[in-house]
């Protein structure tokens, strides 16, 4: 199975800072990343698919980049409701999900 | 729109079955495939496997031996059954649909496992 590693587990940022969270692949997964916001007592919301697709309705804030084993997803001016744990998955063979990063205010 | 909404025992006893279903909306299950996936409290996510548009099935290989995915394209509903339960299957089971990304998600159901 392919692992995925997250970093950082945890990050405290302010309003308006420009955050990047990354995820690292046990073996190149050809661009089939993608990344979920899960609020708390909610279930995850596709953010951005492939690598850097935002998916319908996403802020254009919210922004993906990668390739090979290494993939970054970025916030470009954090907001307060952007509070929340983000999860990468990878497709390119079964699915497995990153451990998270937990993101709060600072 | 696009719905998924899970169903099923709240609590199940150490050793027995779990059965839940998924009743779905907004979508074919022949032209689409639906996945389960789930969360131990406070926890990360693990995909247990899913049935395709087909009606093909395919398992995290960990879970494979004890995991069961069906579907009644009539009813609009996709089955999980997973034997042999223990108190680390404790989770919030979430079904899912699976269109290139995991698009769409249910509200999940939490089932724990205790005598």
């Known amino acids: 199975d392919i692992q995925m590693t997250q970093s950082p587990s945890f990050l405290s940022a302010s309003v308006g800072e420009r955050v990047t969270l990354s995820c690292k692949a046990s073996?190149?997964?050809?661009?089939?990343l993608d990344w979920y916001q899960q609020k708390l007592g909610e279930a995850p919301k596709l953010l951005i698919y492939?690598?850097?697709n935002l998916h319908t309705g996403i802020p254009s804030r919210f922004s993906g980049s990668g390739s090979g084993t290494d993939y970054t997803l970025t916030i470009s001016s954090l907001q307060p409701e952007d509070v929340a744990t983000y999860f990468c998955?990878?497709?390119?063979?079964?699915?497995?999900f990153g451990a998270g990063t937990k993101l709060e205010l600072k | 729109q696009v719905q998924l909404k899970e169903s099923g025992p709240g609590l199940v006893q150490p050793s027995q079955t779990l059965s839940l279903t998924c009743t779905v909306s907004?979508?074919?299950?022949?032209?689409?495939?639906v996945h389960w996936v789930r969360q131990p409290p406070g926890k990360g996510l693990e995909w247990m496997g899913g049935?395709?548009?087909?009606?093909?099935?395919d398992y995290n290989s960990a879970l494979k031996s004890r995991l069961s995915i069906s579907r009644d394209t009539s009813k609009s509903q996709v089955f999980l059954k997973m034997n042999s339960l223990q108190t680390d299957d404790t989770a919030i089971y979430f079904c899912?649909?699976?269109?290139?990304?995991?698009?769409?998600w249910g509200q999940g159901v939490m089932v724990t496992v205790s005598s």
């Open positions: 899912t649909r699976l269109l290139g990304a995991i698009d769409y």
């Open positions: 907004g979508f074919s299950l022949t032209s689409n495939s």
């Open positions: 049935i395709w548009g087909d009606g093909s099935t």
């Open positions: 073996q190149n997964i050809n661009k089939y």
């Open positions: 492939n690598t850097n």
């Open positions: 998955l990878q497709r390119n063979s079964w699915p497995t």
